[in-house]
């Protein structure tokens, strides 16, 4: 079966206390985060990673605190999700990765079978990542243990919408081996 994995967001402002953005216990997730993209380098796995770019005066800052300036450190991806080959980086001005052509573009040449999401934040990126997915008739699995919310409440509502949608959520462990 052919796979892409979709890595949300998973920027410094989002994952860490010292970020413009924290989303309270992201860092729980960065190990597996780590670990999806070493098996996806070893399994020539495409990656499709998206990034938050925000201008100084984007309008989302009208709901959110300024996060993930073009150009700063808070906007830069957690290291150990680089990959040297096989990565699609996909910066975004909006929640909606599908809000840039380039996603779209990106998953029909790639043509996979199934998309393994994982990131931050489950209720905002992530929620409009898996529900663009679903729209397009996408097989999606969430990774249950590489992704984190802002509000677990509205989390949780949402993968039982997920998952009544036939969304898998497999661990890290069961994906990676």
């Given at each position: 079966m ?5 890595d949300v967001d998973t920027?410094l ?5 010292c970020g413009?953005?924290y989303?309270?216990?992201a860092e729980?997730i960065?190990?597996n ?5 070493q098996?996806a380098?070893r ?13 100084e ?5 009208g709901?959110?605190a300024h ?12 290291s150990?999700?680089l990959l ?8 975004k001005?909006?929640?909606d ?16 079978e199934?998309?393994v ?16 997915l ?21 989390s ?8 009544l949608a ?5 661990a ?6």
């Amino acid at each position: 079966m052919s796979v892409v994995f979709l890595d949300v967001d998973t920027q410094l402002d989002f994952l860490f206390p010292c970020g413009a953005l924290y989303a309270p216990g992201a860092e729980a997730i960065c190990g597996n985060l780590s670990r999806l993209t070493q098996y996806a380098q070893r399994n020539n796995i495409p990656v499709i990673s998206t990034m938050d770019a925000h201008a100084e005066r984007d309008p989302e800052f009208g709901i959110y605190a300024h996060h993930c300036i073009r150009g700063t450190f808070g906007q830069r991806k957690l290291s150990t999700t680089l990959l040297p080959r096989n990565q699609h980086i996909v910066e975004k001005q909006k929640f909606d990765c599908f809000s840039t052509p380039q996603t779209a573009e990106l998953l029909r040449g790639l043509r996979p079978e199934r998309v393994v999401v994982y990131g931050v934040v489950t209720d905002v990126c992530v929620k409009f990542a898996v529900d663009g997915l679903l729209e397009r008739n996408y097989q999606v699995s969430v990774v249950s243990d590489a992704i984190h919310p802002f509000d677990h409440d509205l989390s949780e509502s949402l993968i039982h919408k997920w998952r009544l949608a036939h969304v898998k959520f497999p661990a890290t462990a069961s994906l990676c081996g």
